[in-house]
């Protein structure tokens, strides 16, 4: 059939499969021509198949020669719907890897239950004997415990907050109030988006003697400039990503060295949900391209992979890595602010990078790169 992208809001139902293939292509590419890493050989990745997850298999895989294993909660296609892009990814990854000879195996399913952590132990124990890397990259909505289902919000905290925001249906400037967020949906987003789980993958792939003494795990995290702080690094995604940090102290006094690594603010099918964020996202591309640091989800984890394995983290005051480290330049900084504080519907095109947005965007979905037929039928 003829794919073509179906957009609703911050999401896009539909992807090209051919498109998804050629842009994870383009990562193995960039990643090759870096060069090699000596790094760690068999990495197990959670949430896998998109954004900062797929980005570090990548790395691994071609960057340090890794055998790898993924976890992804993704959707095959059939009859005339398309499977999810993570689908699509994860077939393009294991093909190329296949193709140098290199180990890639995935499971499809939920990471935070312990059928999908006995499936993932069951393969490392057969496949690999024990891993030397975790890397732990969800982004999940919702996190399904027993008969609980604890949903993640993208809310402040304290006080309501107003600041402008992008309505992206339709690429109008607006003004948002954030509502605080009640405990209990704190609670509830610490228990998606913080460390709990990490922990628990962590301490069953030791109690399974599935996990090297002396293993790396990474997870990941974001701060970014004040502005945004009271929708996120002080907001209940903040607080998840506090439990994270706490959490990789906890791991370190085992025996796997545990970092949090802070990344860019990148376009991913996960920041495009959160408010406010994408329309700082959009300024931060115009200035950062100005000044020729911007860099994608493979340009920051090819380098945290070369700061990793060269022993150059440099961590910050509380233990965690900064890639964030050219976003947050004050050079780019108080540029940033100054768009943002002049920003309005008028100069809107001007102060922002929206057609870089959109165009990493709809790239996600493996749709506008160079190359690719979309006027083809393609099998989905
Ligand atoms: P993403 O949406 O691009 O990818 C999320 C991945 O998680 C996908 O592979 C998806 O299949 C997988 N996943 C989701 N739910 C799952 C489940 N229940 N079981 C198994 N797999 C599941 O997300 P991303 O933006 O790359 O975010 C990854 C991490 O990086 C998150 O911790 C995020 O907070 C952090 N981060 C993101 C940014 C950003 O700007 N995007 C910046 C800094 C840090």
């Known amino acids: 059939m003829i794919v073509q992208p179906k957009v609703r809001g911050f999401i896009c139902t539909t992807a090209h499969p051919v498109g998804c293939e050629a842009a994870v292509k383009q990562q193995i590419d960039y990643v090759k021509s870096k060069g090699r890493l000596n790094g760690a050989k068999k990495v197990l990745v959670i949430g896998s198949s998109m954004g900062y997850g797929l980005a570090s298999r990548i790395s691994a895989a071609f960057g340090c020669g890794a055998s790898t294993l993924g976890v992804m909660f993704d959707?095959?296609?059939?009859?005339?719907?398309?499977?999810?892009?993570?689908?699509?990814?994860?077939?393009?990854f294991e093909k190329f890897a296949a193709a140098e000879g290199l180990y890639a195996k995935s499971v499809n399913g939920d990471a935070y239950s312990d059928e999908c952590k006995k499936e993932i132990i069951d393969i490392i124990k057969s496949d690999l004997g024990k891993v030397d890397m975790v890397v732990y990259s969800l982004a999940a909505p919702r996190r399904t415990v027993g008969e609980t289902v604890y949903k993640s919000v993208l809310k402040t905290t304290g006080a309501p907050y107003t600041n402008k925001t992008i309505d992206l249906r339709n690429n109008t400037i607006s003004e948002i109030t954030i509502e605080p967020a009640t405990d209990e949906e704190i609670e509830a987003t610490v228990k998606v988006m913080g460390g709990e789980d990490w922990e628990d993958w962590i301490n069953a792939l030791k109690a399974a003697d599935a996990i090297e003494d002396g293993a790396i795990t990474l997870a990941y995290s974001y701060i970014g400039p004040k502005l945004t702080h009271p929708m996120y690094y002080e907001g209940s995604i903040g607080r998840a990503k506090a439990h994270l940090l706490a959490t990789s102290k906890k791991i370190t006094e085992t025996s796997v060295k545990a970092?949090?690594?802070?990344?860019?603010?990148?376009?991913?099918?996960?920041?495009s949900a959160i408010p406010i964020v994408p329309l700082y996202i959009s300024i931060l591309y115009k200035v950062m391209k100005a000044h020729g640091n911007h860099e994608g989800c493979i340009e920051q984890m090819y380098r945290l992979f070369s700061k990793l394995?060269?022993?150059?983290?440099?961590?910050?005051?509380?233990?965690?890595?900064?890639?964030?480290?050219?976003e947050m330049l004050p050079e780019i900084q108080s540029e940033v602010t100054k768009a943002w504080e002049s920003l309005s519907a008028d100069n809107f095109k001007e102060l922002t990078d929206i057609d870089g947005y959109?165009?990493?965007?709809?790239?996600?979905?493996?749709?506008?790169?160079?190359?690719v037929d979309y006027e083809a039928d393609v099998e989905v």
């Open 75 to 92: 959707k095959e296609g059939g009859g005339n719907k398309t499977g999810t892009a993570g689908w699509y990814n994860t077939k393009a």
């Open 259 to 271: 970092y949090v690594s802070v990344n860019k603010a990148l376009v991913t099918q996960s920041s």
């Open 309 to 326: 394995f060269n022993n150059e983290l440099n961590l910050d005051g509380d233990g965690r890595i900064r890639m964030d480290d050219w």
């Open 358 to 371: 959109w165009s990493d965007f709809y790239a996600m979905f493996g749709f506008g790169i160079d190359g």
